[in-house]
C-alpha cells in the first residue's frame, strides 16, 4: 500500500509540474474570465492491474488511519477544553488544621485522602514496602501498594529527575539503576521518607463551566488518566497532620509537583476555595484544575466582593520556589493604612509574602506583626485580655462583643484582599477569640495562611502568572 501511495504522490507531482509550466507558457494567449487557465491534472492509477478487493482492503488500513487519527484528536480537544476537580474538605474533625484532598492513584486506582499544600513539590502516599526503615510505626488505614499498580515505574537514582528534582533526595545511588530515595523535611518538624517513581491519577473530567464531581461529571464514562505522575512511596513518616491523613498533593510551585503536571494538561492553572477551617467533613468544595466554572466555588455570600474577581501578579520567583509568591503593598485596619517598611514585602530584600494551604495562621514578619497587632488590640482594648498559648492578643469575649475592625491586605495592582473577621480574629475556645496571627523572624518572609484565606475562591494562573481571587461561600 505504501508503494503505491508513494507512486501515485509522485505522478500528481509531475503532472501538476507540467500543467504548470505549461500555463506559464500560455496564459498570456488565451484568455480566461478570471484572466488565469485553469490547470487540468490527469489522475493515473498507481496500480491499474488492482482488484477491487485489493483496493477494499487499502481503503479498509485508510479509514482505520483515519478513525484513529480523528479519535486521538477528539480526545485531546476534550481534554484541553475540559477540567477537572477533586473534593475538597478542612480536616478539622481530624483535629488537625490542613485541608484534605481525595486522590486516586494507580491501576487499577487506590484511593487515599492527602493533605493539599501549595508549599510542597514531591506527592507522596503512605506506602508499606519489605524492609521499611520504620518498623515500629503501625499500619496505615490505607496503603499505596506499587506491586499492585500496573503503571508503577520506579525512578532511577542517577536520573536527571531524582538528581535535580527530587527535594531531599539522597546521595547513596549504590547502581545506577537503583530506586530514588528521598528524606523529605518540611519546616513544621515532620518528615517523610521513602522511593519515587510514576504512576497513573485516576481524574474525573467535567466540562468547562461544569464541576466534576456530581451529576454526569461522576460518571465512569467521564473519568480519564493523568499520567506520569511523579509519587513518593513513603515507608517512613513522622508528625501530626501525616497521622490523620495518607500523604500529600504537591500542588507547588515546581517541575514534579502535581499541580505542574495537572496545569500542563489543563489551561495552565488551577484554582481552590477552602471551605470555613471548622466546618464539617460533609462540607465540602473543590480543587480544580483548568478552568473553573462560572461563580466557581459556591454562591457569593451577601457580604462578598463584586463577582469579578481580584488580580495580581503571581510570582513564580525560583528563590520562593516551591512556594507562590506576591507583593503586599499596604496592610489597612479599620480605613488606616499602616506604617510598615516596604522591605518587609521585597523578595530582593530578604523580605516577601506568599500563600500556603499547608500553613494555618498567617505568619507576619515582625515590623508587619507588630503593627497589625497593635492596630488591631487598639480597637479591642476595652477587652478582658486572656492569656493562651501560641496567641500573644486573646480576649474574653462574654464580657461583650464589640465590632472588629476591619482587615485589609492591598496587593500590587490594588488587588485587595478583605477577609471576613473570622479570619483573624479567631475563635480559640468558648467564650474566647484571639488574633489570629503569629510573629515571624526578620529578616524573612511572611506567609498567608488558610484561615486568612478561607471563603474565598483562589485561582493560580501559571500560564500568564497571575493570581485572582474572590469572596465566597465555597459550597452549593
Not at 136 to 158: G, H, L, M, N, Y
Not at 371 to 383: H, M, N, Y
Request: charged share 20%.
Amino acid at each position: 500500500m505504501a508503494s503505491r501511495g508513494h507512486a501515485l504522490a509522485l505522478l500528481v507531482l509531475l503532472a501538476l509540474a507540467t500543467a504548470a509550466s505549461a500555463g506559464r507558457h500560455h496564459h498570456h494567449h488565451h484568455g480566461h474570465r478570471h484572466g488565469r487557465k485553469s490547470a487540468r491534472l490527469q489522475l493515473i492509477p498507481s496500480a491499474p492491474g488492482a482488484s477491487l478487493a485489493d483496493r477494499a482492503r487499502d481503503d479498509r488500513h485508510r479509514h482505520a488511519y483515519i478513525r484513529s487519527t480523528l479519535a486521538s484528536r477528539r480526545r485531546a480537544a476534550e481534554v484541553g477544553a475540559s477540567a477537572f476537580a477533586m473534593p475538597l474538605s478542612s480536616g478539622a474533625y481530624t483535629g488537625t488544621g490542613q485541608y484534605f484532598v481525595r486522590f486516586r492513584v494507580g491501576t487499577p486506582a487506590q484511593p487515599f485522602v492527602l493533605v493539599a499544600d501549595t508549599g510542597s513539590d514531591l506527592t507522596w502516599v503512605k506506602c508499606r514496602r519489605g524492609g521499611s526503615p520504620d518498623a515500629q510505626a503501625p499500619a496505615p488505614a490505607r496503603e499505596f501498594r506499587p506491586a499492585a499498580s500496573k503503571t508503577w515505574a520506579p525512578i532511577a537514582c542517577s536520573s536527571d529527575t531524582c538528581t535535580s528534582y527530587v527535594p531531599f533526595s539522597l546521595a547513596n545511588c549504590s547502581t545506577p539503576a537503583s530506586p530514588c530515595a528521598y528524606d523529605y523535611r518540611y519546616k513544621d518538624g515532620s518528615a517523610a521518607r521513602g522511593v519515587v517513581g510514576t504512576d497513573s491519577a485516576t481524574i474525573a473530567l467535567s466540562s468547562s463551566g461544569g464541576r466534576a464531581g456530581s451529576g454526569a461529571a461522576a460518571d465512569s464514562s467521564r473519568r480519564a488518566k493523568l499520567q506520569g505522575v511523579v509519587l513518593g512511596c513513603t515507608a517512613a513518616y513522622d508528625g501530626q497532620s501525616f497521622q490523620s491523613s495518607d500523604g500529600v498533593l504537591s500542588l507547588g510551585n515546581s517541575n514534579i509537583s502535581f499541580a505542574s503536571r495537572a496545569a500542563a494538561r489543563f489551561g495552565g492553572r488551577f484554582s481552590y476555595c477552602l471551605v470555613d477551617h471548622l466546618a464539617p467533613r460533609n462540607a465540602t468544595s473543590y480543587l480544580t484544575f483548568g478552568p473553573g466554572p462560572e461563580g466557581a466555588g459556591g454562591s457569593p455570600s451577601p457580604t462578598s466582593a463584586p463577582a469579578v474577581p481580584e488580580q495580581t501578579p503571581l510570582l513564580l520567583d525560583r528563590r520562593m520556589s516551591p512556594f507562590y509568591a506576591v507583593t503586599v503593598d499596604t496592610i489597612y485596619v479599620a480605613g488606616e493604612a499602616l506604617d510598615i517598611p516596604a522591605d518587609v514585602w521585597d523578595v530582593d530584600r530578604s523580605g516577601g509574602a506568599i500563600l500556603d494551604s499547608g500553613t494555618s495562621l498567617t505568619i507576619l514578619a515582625t515590623p508587619a506583626y507588630a503593627a497589625v497587632v497593635a492596630a488591631l488590640s487598639k480597637q479591642l482594648g476595652d477587652l478582658p485580655r486572656v492569656s493562651m498559648d501560641p496567641f500573644e492578643y486573646c480576649y474574653n469575649w462574654t464580657a461583650g462583643a464589640p465590632e472588629i475592625p476591619k482587615l485589609e491586605v492591598q496587593f500590587a495592582g490594588s488587588a485587595t484582599l478583605e477577609p471576613p473577621a473570622k479570619s483573624y480574629v479567631i475563635d480559640a475556645a468558648p467564650g474566647v477569640k484571639c488574633i489570629g496571627v503569629q510573629e515571624g523572624a526578620w529578616p524573612g518572609v511572611s506567609v498567608i495562611g488558610n484561615i486568612l484565606q478561607q471563603e474565598h475562591l483562589w485561582e493560580f494562573d501559571l500560564r500568564d502568572r497571575l493570581l485572582r481571587f474572590k469572596h465566597t461561600r465555597c459550597t452549593q
